[in-house]
């Protein structure tokens, strides 16, 4: 009974009361009536106020605490409310609210190490299955032309040549991962400087028309001639971007297709567009084609010598300019990849006065 708030509200009451009433009895005029009804109405209202301060403002918090340290000690933190909002004139508040933070910021650290344990399992097995792939291949060859192919002029030539293709692909892989690790890690710096951006796009073109010709794909470049497409980044890492998405659209387009480049300057931004019309990405690979290795067809994307990085080497240069990748695409239809740019706005030199 004393462990309850109505338990100790009656015996806190009946003392209060039995106090109120030996105090009249010391009064001369004091009546029995008179001191029945104050015994009354003091035991009343001592019950009311001490039982409803002890079960909102301590039991209630009291209880609120025990819930969170069990759900702690099971490992079971759903259902755990912040209450940062919620007032109250109770001294157990801060504590619960002290409790209910640590043991949120507890779920949140474990959330995030138990993706980052997770992250790394898929990393280990995918950068394994990458590395594996080409190294097998130069092994093949190899230890094909160690035991006697190499004798015949004609075989040592293509297996040789097929060997280097691999190491060249394995040269490539390590680089963009060392080219990724620096991004995330900080050490590759961003150097800015003013260029022509449209200039940039017309001499990667340029580059890439021959593996276009190949496919028989044509690249259309718009722009509006009346305008200027300055802008103020890290020129050679933008390079890299456009290669990267002017690249992709002529790998995964359909042979004969076409690829639409477009570049638009609006207010204080340039926006680039690179649109194919080949096969499209699917709703349920978009929100992944930016993560490391990840491929929509990963049998093709080997087939057409992709590490699975560009993407992901695409977002982080552009999140380093303070910009994001944004993707559209429609299965069967093609699809689109866009980013922004900061205009470099040049005021013009003011005339000088003459006397």
């Known amino acids: 009974m004393l462990t309850t708030s109505r338990g100790i509200s009656l015996i806190l009451a009946v003392a209060i009361s039995a106090l109120t009433v030996a105090f009249l009895m010391l009064m001369d005029d004091a009546t029995p009536t008179l001191l029945i009804v104050a015994g009354g109405i003091s035991f009343s209202v001592s019950y009311i106020l001490i039982n409803v301060t002890l079960e909102f403002l301590i039991f209630k918090e009291i209880g609120h605490i025990y819930t969170v340290l069990g759900k702690i000690q099971k490992k079971d933190l759903t259902g755990i409310a912040d209450g940062s909002n919620r007032t109250s004139i109770s001294p157990l508040r801060k504590i619960n609210k002290t409790i209910n933070s640590y043991a949120l910021a507890k779920n949140k650290e474990i959330e995030t190490l138990q993706k980052n344990a997770e992250f790394r399992r898929e990393f280990i097995a995918d950068i394994s299955h990458e590395l594996k792939t080409p190294i097998f291949a130069a092994q093949g060859y190899v230890h094909t032309l160690l035991d006697g192919a190499v004798d015949d002029k004609e075989v040592r030539y293509k297996f040789l040549k097929r060997a280097a293709k691999s190491l060249n692909a394995l040269d490539k892989l390590v680089h963009d991962l060392l080219t990724l690790s620096q991004m995330e890690s900080g050490v590759n710096k961003f150097h800015f400087e003013s260029f022509d951006l449209r200039e940039l796009l017309q001499e990667l073109i340029e580059e890439l028309e021959h ?145």
Do not use: M, W
């Not at 718009?222 to 971007?241: C, E, L, P, Q």
């Not at 690249?247 to 995964?252: F, V």
């Not at 994307?301 to 695409?314: C, D, Q």
């Open 211 to 355: 593996k276009a010709e190949k496919r028989d794909i044509l690249i259309r470049f718009f722009y509006d001639k009346d305008k200027t497409f300055k802008t103020i980044a890290d020129k050679d890492k933008i390079f890299r971007v456009c290669q990267n998405l002017i690249s992709n659209a002529i790998k995964y387009n359909n042979d004969g297709g076409e690829v639409e480049i477009r570049l638009k300057s609006h207010k204080n931004q340039i926006t680039v567009e690179v649109k194919d019309n080949g096969k499209g990405i699917p709703p349920e690979d978009l929100k992944r084609i930016f993560e490391r290795f990840y491929r929509v067809e990963k049998s093709r994307s080997r087939e057409k010598g992709g590490t699975g990085l560009g993407l992901a080497i695409v977002k982080h240069i552009l999140e380093g300019h303070k910009s994001k990748i944004s993707v559209s695409s429609t299965v069967g239809k093609g699809s689109i990849f866009s980013f922004e740019l900061p205009l470099d706005q040049v005021l013009p030199e003011k005339p000088k006065k003459t006397q």
